[in-house]
């Protein structure tokens, strides 16, 4: 990239990115709103959300994003049944569904677990957008069911496709987040401003795309905060952020050690809410009238929240939470929020 002000700049990713294959499922750009309100109440820097919960399928959320160029990708293949391996509350398995149905092509769901006596949040979401949804208690039967459900629909005549192997699965993620992140700086541009720091939880491929942002814009921080301790995520970052500049041609590098990824938010586990990020969706709540969830979006703004208190910002800095969605886990865990603390 040759071009040196901030809209030539943000106009020519673009363009890279209009050379890839996509389909057109999500309402964009979303929203970016000011948090007033948050702001004050820590006394810190300005803080705005990026309002990726409102993406329009199925309640939303950052994969509504990625599966544009995921399941473009998969129709290039022609392929008309996806196969997904996810977790029992999945978001992805959910705007999976939704994004199928949007565009003709039946999804079966493998998710790991055993079915529950309650069907609740994103699983209950997932039967009324009328999935094929199966059960496997463990990752080796997750594998074989899948493999079943795939051999046994090439039997019958369809084109299934695997969506979880294929490598738009990773780079649909980066160059989405890419795209976001050029929004972000365009309506902050459009108000004058600049941004400081961007905040997202990730456990390496959304936060790929915003470190290409940041190489190609410069002038800000990227820091993720993940969920999981599945992976390595600086590693695994770099390594996808490196494939989708290949693909896009563009000739920048990530290393590991440029990857900011806090994994000091995970709680007790993956998948079980935490003391801070639960505080962290009743304030998000209860200031803003936004609401995250506490297994991912809850545990990143814990992490936000954590950094600006001990005073890793000044009061002029701008930052930007990106609100991945994943609403529906709030009535998963319903419980956390009857007679809760003020």
């Avoid at 939303?60 to 599966?67: A, D, F, I, W």
């Avoid at 199966?134 to 899948?146: E, G, H, I």
Wanted: glycine share 8%; with cysteine; proline share 4%.
């Amino acid at each position: 990239m040759t071009s040196t002000s901030l809209p030539a700049a943000t106009a020519e990713i673009r363009r890279l990115i209009a050379r890839i294959p996509r389909v057109e499922l999500a309402c964009l750009p979303t929203p970016l709103q000011e948090a007033r309100r948050l702001t004050d109440i820590l006394g810190g820097p300005r803080i705005f959300i990026k309002r990726d919960d409102l993406t329009g399928v199925a309640f939303g959320g950052n994969k509504t994003r990625n599966l544009e160029f995921r399941l473009a990708a998969a129709k290039d293949a022609e392929a008309d049944l996806i196969v997904m391996e996810l977790d029992q509350q999945s978001n992805s398995a959910r705007q999976t569904a939704g994004c199928c149905n949007r565009l003709g092509m039946d999804t079966i769901l493998v998710l790991q677990g055993s079915r529950p006596d309650t069907i609740q949040g994103n699983l209950l979401v997932n039967h009324l957008l009328g999935a094929d949804v199966r059960f496997a208690k463990t990752r080796a039967d997750q594998a074989r069911v899948s493999s079943e459900a795939v051999e046994q629909a090439r039997s019958s005549g369809r084109t299934p496709c695997l969506l979880n192997d294929i490598p738009m699965f990773d780079e649909g993620s980066a160059i989405a987040y890419l795209e976001s992140t050029c929004e972000i700086i365009e309506a902050l541009e459009a108000r004058g401003l600049a941004l400081d720091c961007l905040y997202m939880s990730s456990s390496g491929k959304g936060q790929a795309g915003q470190l290409l942002a940041q190489k190609l814009l410069g002038g800000f921080e990227v820091r993720g905060i993940t969920a999981t301790d599945e992976f390595d995520t600086p590693v695994r970052c770099a390594e996808i952020a490196n494939r989708t500049a290949r693909r896009l041609g563009i000739n920048v590098t990530v290393a590991p050690e440029d990857v900011e990824n806090d994994n000091a938010f995970v709680g007790e586990a993956y998948g079980v809410p935490s003391r801070a990020g639960n505080e962290a969706v009743r304030l998000f709540a209860r200031t803003e009238g936004i609401v995250l969830d506490p297994i991912y979006t809850g545990k990143a703004a814990a992490g936000m929240i954590a950094h600006v208190r001990r005073g890793d910002f000044n009061r002029g800095d701008v930052l930007v939470f990106v609100h991945t969605g994943g609403t529906p886990a709030i009535f998963t865990h319903n419980r956390l929020w009857l007679d809760s603390p003020a």
